[in-house]
């Protein structure tokens, strides 16, 4: 089935520093959805990517995704501790809502 | 608007119990989806409801069900509790559009004794 990897599991940062985290996936994908889990919370959504080669920011936020449609990375500009927490990156083969999952970054940011 | 409902936020069962989770969508979603979590497993898709109807299943046994009502809200069922179902339950709920950005619930706490 389906893999969805991401890598590294964990990074430590000092305030200040960038930070990037990259997902690969077994298949080609329709598109590709970026979340980010605070400690003791919940998934909430950060971005979509749809389009091959596609690139988005979100202030200090970059994500881009792969010409082939089966890789993406998010890089964080100058990290601030509120960017604590763990990222993960999402897979969609088709349409519809079936995420598969990365296994997530969790980023330790030390001020 | 209000969020995506979860309840109980916490329970603890034993094995061989069964045990009911609720969630209820933001209004206007029709597509309700439930996620496993888990320090080893991390999230794994368990299925996805939309307009009643189960439109997508992961890779999880038949002990693991569920439904939409035609409000829209959801509820799962895990029968034959195992210690290996102790894990935080996710429900999500999202619009009609075809790709669609998933907005999650705080998640039911399943612990299994």
């Known amino acids: 089935g389906q893999q969805v990897m991401q890598i590294p599991q964990y990074q430590h940062v000092q305030e200040g520093e960038d930070f990037t985290t990259y997902c690969n996936s077994s298949?080609?994908?329709?598109?590709i959805q970026w979340y980010k889990q605070r400690p003791g919370g919940h998934p909430v959504f950060l971005i979509q990517?749809?389009?091959?080669?596609e690139v988005k920011k979100q202030k200090r936020l970059t994500f881009q995704f792969g010409e082939a449609k089966k890789n993406s990375s998010l890089h964080i500009t100058a990290t601030q501790t509120t960017d604590v927490g763990t990222y993960f990156c999402?897979?969609?083969?088709?349409?519809?809502?079936?995420?598969?999952f990365g296994g997530g970054t969790r980023l330790m940011v030390k001020p | 608007k209000a969020g995506v409902t979860q309840t109980p936020r916490y329970l603890i069962k034993t094995r061989g119990q069964q045990v009911t989770l609720s969630c209820s969508p933001i209004?206007?979603?029709?597509?309700v989806s439930w996620y496993q979590q888990t320090p080893g497993q991390g999230l794994q898709f368990l299925f996805e409801?939309?307009?009643?109807?189960?439109?997508n299943k992961g890779n999880f046994p038949g002990r693991f069900s569920g439904r939409q009502f035609s409000n829209s809200r959801s509820e799962m069922n895990v029968s034959t509790l195992e210690l290996g179902d102790s894990a935080l339950y996710l429900c999500?709920?999202?619009?009609?559009?075809?790709?669609?950005?998933?907005?999650f619930g705080p998640g039911t706490r399943l612990t299994v004794l």
């Open positions: 999500a709920s999202s619009s009609d559009r075809v790709y669609n950005e998933q907005f």
């Open positions: 298949t080609t994908l329709s598109n």
């Open positions: 990517l749809v389009k091959s080669g």
């Open positions: 999402a897979g969609v083969k088709n349409a519809g809502n079936m995420l598969t």
């Open positions: 209004s206007g979603h029709r597509s």
């Open positions: 409801y939309f307009s009643e109807t189960q439109r």
